[in-house]
């Protein structure tokens, strides 16, 4: 009888036990939460600040701008909000002012896209940029020209518009070249026992095909995701992809911040 209830008095001292564990454990879980979303509203505040500050032009090391330094800029969103087509024409229209001329625009379903020709249309003198393509090796040098040729060119905006369906066929039409080109050569797997195909061989046949395309040296992404996307990857290998949040909250005062912290980094890339 008195071990009977022994166990039931441990029974229960263990229950009370675990219940002001959990109760404790979870206490805990709420503080370090609120902690947390206090930092990140904090910090949201401070950002928010610092934009207007920016757009105001009270913070005077912002109004200098190394824009040379970016060259080729690529700006992906995210595709429920590349239907606000407004937005987009306001942003480049930013972009445009600070002086970036060559832009490419990417989003998934290929939006942007079908909203390429009144896209152009609201922007004055903007050109659309189009990846040439090239079948016979020997004129490979002829896409590079053309391709820096549009780089030099300070005069206008150039716009190049890439959607998630560019790079799939592009894989699919590189792979293409490769094997017809791996089958006119007669290799047999006798003698090839190593990997066929090396990066330079792809990067060749993505430009045979009209996929090569010039690498952008910074990549905004507009969208709750932080990722590319399904921007082709063979282009970003150096790229410097900064998440800005939002196309609905998109702001001047941000994406000078972006620029700029992109300008002031020195790039060091290896052999």
């Known amino acids: 009888m008195d071990f009977s209830n022994e166990s039931r008095v441990l029974h229960r001292c263990s229950a009370q036990v675990l219940d002001i564990g959990n109760l404790l454990l979870l206490s805990l879980w709420h503080l ?13 505040i401070a950002n928010v600040l610092e934009s207007y500050l920016i757009s105001s032009g009270l913070l005077g090391r912002y109004k200098s701008l190394h824009i040379a330094k970016l060259r080729y800029l690529a700006i992906v969103i995210e595709s429920e909000e590349a239907y606000q087509t407004s937005k987009i024409i306001e942003l ?22 079908k909203s390429k020709d009144f896209i152009l249309e609201n922007l004055d003198g903007a050109i659309w940029f189009q990846v040439l393509s ?34 799939k066929e592009a894989v699919a039409k590189a792979a293409n070249v490769l094997f017809m080109k791996y089958s006119k050569s007669g290799v047999t797997d006798q003698n090839q026992k190593e990997k066929i195909f090396t990066e330079s061989q792809m990067s060749e046949a993505l430009k045979t095909v009209g996929s090569g395309g010039p690498e952008p040296d910074l990549l905004l992404v507009y ?10 990857a063979w282009r970003i290998k150096y790229t410097e992809i900064v998440h800005m949040g939002p196309l609905k909250s998109m702001n001047y005062g941000s994406l000078i911040k972006a620029i700029y912290k992109f300008t002031m980094v020195r790039q060091n890339y290896g052999k």
């Open 223 to 232: 969208g709750p995701a932080r990722c590319h996307l399904g921007f082709p």
């Open 32 to 44: 370090v939460h609120s902690i947390i979303s206090i930092c990140n509203f904090t910090l949201d």
């Open 134 to 167: 090239y079948w016979q090796p020997s004129i490979y040098a002829m896409q590079d020209a053309h391709e820096n040729n549009v780089l030099l060119d300070q005069q206008h905006m150039t716009l190049e518009f890439v959607s998630f369906s560019d790079g």
């Open 92 to 113: 480049l229209q930013w972009l445009e002012a600070v002086g970036v001329k060559h832009v490419c625009l990417y989003d998934k379903e290929g939006i942007l896209k």
